[in-house]
């Protein structure tokens, strides 16, 4: 049975960091794609970002761009992403997601097969 499992998730002053990972558990196949994605209650689920395994292609949404660092641990089969700056807006449930297979869209959740149960992230002063 395949698990994701978030952790880093918590509590922030705007300006701090915070550093989430996400651990796939599966012994039988292997991802092609985390991603991160976060969802709120006014924005609903967004893509923050994404990386590939074999390429190490990476993306990122426009308003996280160059203050969050997504990156993979291969030999721990962990997806990690670093976050600077942090802001109110920033405020979400944070999900990791697995898909399979090539193809597909990186910023788009119907895209994904495995998902995480969430770490909340909340950035308040």
């Known amino acids: 049975q395949v698990q994701l499992v978030e952790s880093g998730g918590g509590s922030v002053h705007p300006g701090g960091s915070l550093r989430l990972s996400c651990t796939v558990s599966?012994?039988?196949?292997?991802?092609?794609?985390v991603a991160w994605f976060r969802q709120n209650p006014e924005k609903g689920r967004e893509a923050v970002a994404a990386v590939f395994r074999t390429t190490q292609h990476i993306s990122y949404a426009n308003d996280v761009r160059g203050r969050f660092t997504i990156s993979q641990d291969k030999p721990t089969n962990t997806v990690h992403l670093q976050m600077e700056d942090l802001k109110p807006e920033d405020t979400a449930v944070y999900y990791c997601?697995?898909?399979?297979?090539?193809?597909?869209?990186?910023?788009?959740?119907?895209?994904?097969?495995?998902w995480g149960p969430g770490t909340q992230i909340t950035v308040s002063s």
């Open positions: 599966e012994s039988t196949r292997t991802w092609r794609r």
């Open positions: 997601a697995a898909r399979w297979s090539y193809g597909g869209l990186w910023s788009t959740p119907g895209d994904y097969e495995s």
